[in-house]
């Protein structure tokens, strides 16, 4: 007979609130305006939960020219940039803001610092939709610097404020941070990493400690994803980053009894569950 295994999903699994608030958001709008409403690029990065929400009428965009006059665009949890926001209105295009509270609040600290000379740091991937919505509020003294070698190359400055891209590791920006105070006489520091994304990784780590295999859920498209898939194998417990239950393969547990299940942030409930009934016919087949 084969050991049953163990399942352990991490507390911090699932949805983030500003995940959350953006799928209500959407829910809302299909009640409230009907027929088909759209999302300036994927509203969230999971593959299987943008094809659910295409067929209830949720259609992705690259472009405002694909939303016609009078229809509906959502913005999503990564914000946008203003001028894109403007554009839409200009069109007569009616707006529902996802952007998530806790990137809102960069985005306002920074739109304050361009009414001043105050040079901006954003400390962040810059093909990151959340930072090239952030440096938009930004005015022209912007820099973006994604890790400590290009904080090391930055010519010298008097002053300058820095804000953290929300899902940025804590252990990273705080390496960049120690980089910039060499370069800058006088830096001010706004953490806007999101507390929660935080809580996620720690969790996910202490999982890993206490299990002999570890399952990372979610869009290979999301970066907090990969990072937290890079969290778990950093402490040398074997570990699979996957999408879906139908990728999962019994001989990865042959020998393994206690079994932790992470995701992202874009993660829904019902996928999570897909993957524990696959995990329980696993563990239930003979051997």
């Given amino acids: 007979m084969r050991a049953k295994l163990e399942i352990i999903v991490s507390p911090h699994a699932g949805y983030c609130f500003g995940v959350k608030r953006a799928m209500r958001l959407v829910a809302e709008g299909l009640e409230r305006y009907g027929g088909i409403i759209y999302t300036l690029g994927d509203l969230i990065h999971n ?24 229809g509906t665009l959502v913005i999503r949890a990564h914000g946008v940039h203003p001028d894109r926001v403007r554009e839409a209105e200009r069109r007569g295009i009616r ?73 940025y590791p804590r252990p990273e920006a705080e390496r960049i ?13 706004e953490d806007t990493i999101c507390q929660a994304t935080e809580s996620r990784r720690e969790a996910a780590l202490a999982l890993a ?21 890079q969290v778990c194998a950093s402490v040398g417990v074997p570990a699979r980053f996957i999408e879906s239950a139908d990728e999962i393969d019994p001989a990865w ?35």
Avoid at 139 to 151: N, P
Avoid at 177 to 189: M, T
Avoid at 276 to 284: M, Q, V
Wanted: with cysteine.
């Fill in 47 to 70: 593959p299987q939960e943008i094809e659910r929400l295409k067929a209830r009428g949720v259609h992705p965009v690259s472009s405002l020219d694909e939303v016609p006059e009078g």
């Fill in 95 to 167: 707006i529902l803001d996802a952007t998530c509270p806790f990137v809102q609040r960069s985005q306002k600290f920074v739109r304050g610092l361009s009414r001043e000379p105050y040079p901006v740091i954003i400390i962040g991937d810059g093909e990151h939709p959340e930072v090239q919505g952030i440096a938009g509020h930004a005015g022209e003294r912007l820099l973006i610097v994604r890790d400590e070698k290009e904080a090391k190359r930055m010519a010298p400055l008097d002053r300058a404020a820095v804000v953290i891209q929300t899902t």
């Fill in 177 to 189: 941070i120690d980089a910039l105070r060499s370069k800058v006489r006088d830096l001010h520091v």
């Fill in 209 to 229: 400690r206490t299990v002999d295999f570890m399952l990372v859920v979610g869009g290979r498209n999301s970066s907090n994803t990969k990072r937290l898939y």
């Fill in 253 to 287: 547990f042959g020998g393994r009894r206690r079994i932790g299940i992470t995701t992202g942030t874009s993660t829904p409930d019902w996928l999570i569950a897909s993957v524990r009934e696959r995990l329980a016919e696993i563990s239930n087949a003979p051997a």
